[in-house]
Every structure is written in structure tokens, then in C-alpha cells.
């Protein structure tokens, strides 16, 4: 698990200064394909980036800087909550593995009451941080690993999980992690794009986009992403 350097402060305090030159550095401000109304730092090509993360946190074979490029899952959702504020307006809300935090950003469009973004990766943090300033917006961000907690009572009206069922231990432990909030009344969407892990079964269906991507890092140019309610189990 990565230190939880950045636990709870306050968009757009940015703290570390390597982290913030590494991000504008090796990325460009850019629009959101599926989300304009969003700008945030993306990166054109990943393994200078990947290098230059590795080289800065001392540390090899790292994951790559996911934080670095809007992931299908992530748009759907972004452009979700853009176009059904409702879902939102004053509640409080868990951006879960954030990225680069659009979901949150739009969050803060949408009048979301409480709002907190949460990554491991520090660095995605920072990203995060940088993308709210640039959009002229703030809100709370953690490092904290959520992952197997569990709370005595409901911490979030929503939670969004965009594009986290690509790895089949992570996938079942965070499925695991969201149904057992989803039981608890939290709302929790996911969205994917048809990664092997998926859910398959206690989901509604609620949207689905065709969703612009990097070939970079993608397969084709475009995504078939959906958007469900994950519909609480009996235990």
C-alpha cells in the first residue's frame, strides 16, 4: 500500500513540488473527449512518464500513471453525473481510485454537498489536486487504502468506481469491498468498457456510451462502456 502522504487535505494545496513538476512536465492540458466541460493534465505518451515516475519515487515496476489518461469508465461516468446532477446535489460522495478526479470535478458541477476523491498512488493525488485547480474547484482528497474496511454506519450517499475490474485479485476484493457498502444503502456505480472482471450478475444497467479513447493505451479508438447500479446481495 502507498504511505498515505496526502491523507486529507484540501484541494488545490498541492504539497509535493516533484510531483507537481512531474505531472506538467510529461503531460498536456487537455478537454475531456466525452466530458469538455473538464480540462485536465493527460499524457500523449506513456513510457516517458512511466520512467520518470519510477526514477522520482525510487521505486521499479511500479503500475503504470493511470492517473495520466481518461479511462473509459471514467468518462461514462463523468459525462453521467454532468447529465443527471440529481444523482448528486447535495450528497456526499466517494470518488473511489480517482485517477486524475474528473469524476469528482464533475461532482463539484453537479452541487454534490460533500465530495472526496481517494487514491493509493500519491502521485495521482497530486494529479488530482492539479486538475481541480485547473477547473477551479476543491475538495478532499485521501490516499487512505478503503479496500476490506468497514464502516459501523453509511459514510457516502454515492460511490463511483470507474474502470477498476481490469485485474482479477483487485476486481474481487474491490467488488467485494462496494457490495458490502452497497448493503449498507450506499449507492454505488460502476462503469466499464468489457474488462475480463467485470460483474455479471446483482447490477442494473442505467446507461451506455460509446466513449473516445487513447489508442495509446486501448485497444481500439473508441469504447463500448456501461454504467450500473451495483444492486445490493443478502450477504
Known amino acids: 500500500m502507498t504511505d498515505n502522504v496526502f491523507a486529507d487535505a484540501l484541494v488545490p494545496n498541492v504539497d509535493d513540488p516533484q510531483f507537481a513538476d512531474l505531472i506538467e512536465t510529461f503531460t498536456v ?20 512518464l512511466w520512467q520518470a515516475t519510477e526514477d522520482i519515487l525510487g521505486i521499479l515496476d511500479i503500475p503504470p500513471p493511470y492517473w495520466a489518461f481518461a479511462w473509459p469508465g471514467g468518462q461514462a461516468i463523468t459525462r453521467y453525473i454532468l447529465d443527471h446532477p440529481e444523482l448528486v446535489r447535495g450528497k456526499r460522495v466517494l470518488d473511489f481510485a480517482c485517477g486524475g478526479g474528473m469524476q469528482a470535478i464533475a461532482c463539484v458541477m453537479a452541487d454534490a454537498a460533500d465530495i472526496t476523491a481517494n487514491d493509493i498512488d500519491p502521485v495521482a493525488i497530486t494529479a488530482t489536486r492539479l486538475n481541480a485547480k485547473r477547473n477551479g474547484v476543491e475538495f478532499a482528497t485521501t490516499t487512505d487504502n478503503f479496500v476490506g474496511t468497514s464502516a459501523p454506519q453509511k459514510r457516502w450517499d454515492v460511490i463511483f468506481a470507474g474502470d477498476v475490474c481490469y485485474q482479477q485479485d483487485m476486481a474481487n476484493a474491490v467488488l467485494q469491498w462496494l457490495m458490502a457498502e452497497a448493503r449498507l444503502g450506499t449507492r454505488v456505480i460502476l462503469a466499464d468498457p468489457g474488462r475480463t472482471y467485470a460483474p455479471t450478475h446483482n447490477i442494473d444497467e442505467l446507461e451506455t456510451y460509446d466513449v473516445p479513447v487513447d489508442v495509446a493505451v486501448e485497444d481500439a479508438d473508441t469504447k463500448f462502456t ?8 443478502r450477504g
Do not use: C, F
Open 29 to 48: 492540458p487537455a478537454r475531456v473527449p466525452l466530458a469538455p466541460e473538464i480540462e485536465m493534465y493527460l499524457a500523449t505518451h506513456i513510457t516517458p
Open 226 to 233: 456501461r454504467i450500473w447500479q451495483l444492486l445490493p446481495d
